[in-house]
């Protein structure tokens, strides 16, 4: 008869080994020694620094060899996380995105260097720092038509309600860069992506991306939100402190709404990697694989194809993605010259998946280890970054911060005595922190204001400034972003034209 301690010890060992085994036989590759070290690193931040789950997906030669979860993907439920637990991937739905709408453009219904709002409807982008016409849909999806800085989370229960994509368009598709000169990330401009898939398919966009993408993919743990029937499988979001994170929605589904397992995830790494696996349909061309991995930002010191950041990696050439926002990171890492794919995926905000992605290609290409080591020992490079203001920036800028909602005054003064100071229509003037330069040209800093829009004042936020002087004038964004520890997030963007007075 077995003792009541030993059926608790028993149970406590059976609940660890759920968590930490290995997912099913056919999944099981045992991990060798190049793996110990990550392995060893996913348990640790699992037991040692609080977070729920991790899930991990390596692919070699267009082979899976190691799929394993770690912890639990919902706690309260005990639920543990395997190769197969469906996460909320963040911002890598872009390269998902961009996948379904390259499918479009080899059936000759989009083409990639045609004005982005040839494919919109009433709503179209507006051109203030330059010619909307060049904001193609190509530099839509390498980040380079101008677009502004912009994230909207949208809570379960909140004052904020998602817009139509139209009205999304119609407030923040704006160019406050000329077209081709400048990369800003911008996620609006993969909701306009998403809206451009929905208008040239007659489908959904998640109808579009399940019967075009996942499903011809393989990807049956992979949806846009949550699908119904995914629900037993999805890991819950957690805020560091361990509370449930709020479930929300996004005006850019297509640059953040995909949920994907690990094993979906690699699966869709190995399709970019050119592995022609047989149960996996090939929805695109090699070439036009190849053309989507080409950084074509023409801007020094950036790196995106379509839907893919393109660059090296200690020596190595990587096309990757990651992901981040409340209660999410998330990466995916291809080598092509290795054929590796490395997919990590977490239900909390850490950064455990890029360090472990890390710690698994170091453990698979020994030349790379070496690179890390020998970097350690060298200094870091220089910085182009200065807190001091370029003497073209001295003195007082007037002009107008232009919202969705009308003009506003505004004054930007770089005083003799180093400091920034603001004034935004019929506020006190307020000093700038955070603020920096890089080079000749570009001004950042924040000031504590509020942007007077309807949506900018529900919540409390502060105003951060990315400027370039450019023919004697200093334009560029605003954008409104909230403060710590309000639960609702977001970045929306207004225009600013200054001239010095």
Known sequence: MTRPSAIIALSAFSALSGVFSLTPARAQRAPTDQFAVARAHAKAAVLDSGVPSLAVAVAKGGKIIWEEGFGWANREDRIPANEHTTYSLASISKPITAT?????????????????????????????????????????????????????????????????MDEAISRYAITVYPPGSSYQYSNLGFGILDYIIERVSGQSYADYMRSQVFLPLGMTHSSIHVAPGLEPYVAVRYEPDGRRVTNYDFDHKGGSAVYASAHDLVRFGMFHLKNHLPDQKRILADSTIDAMHKNTTGVPGSGYGI???????NGLLRYNHTGGMPGVNTALYLYPEEDIAIAVLSNTTSRHPFTLATDIIAGMVPRYADSIKARRGRAAPPSNRSVTAPAAFAGEWKGTIRTWNGTQPFTLTFQPDGDVVAKLGNAQRSLLWETAWQGDSIFTGRFAGTVPTPDASLHRHSILLNLTLRGGKLTGQASAQTIPPDTVYYARTSYIDLGKN
Do not use: C
């Open 100 to 164: 379904g709408l390259m499918m479009l453009v080899e059936q000759g219904k989009v083409k990639l260097d045609v004005p982005a709002n040839d494919y919109l409807g009433a709503a179209k982008i507006t051109g203030l720092a330059g010619d909307a016409s060049q904001a193609t849909v190509r530099r839509v999806a390498n980040h380079t038509a101008g677009l502004p800085l912009h994230y909207m989370f949208y809570y379960d229960g909140a004052i904020d309600k998602v817009p139509s």
């Open 307 to 313: 839907g893919w950041a393109v660059g090296d990696d």
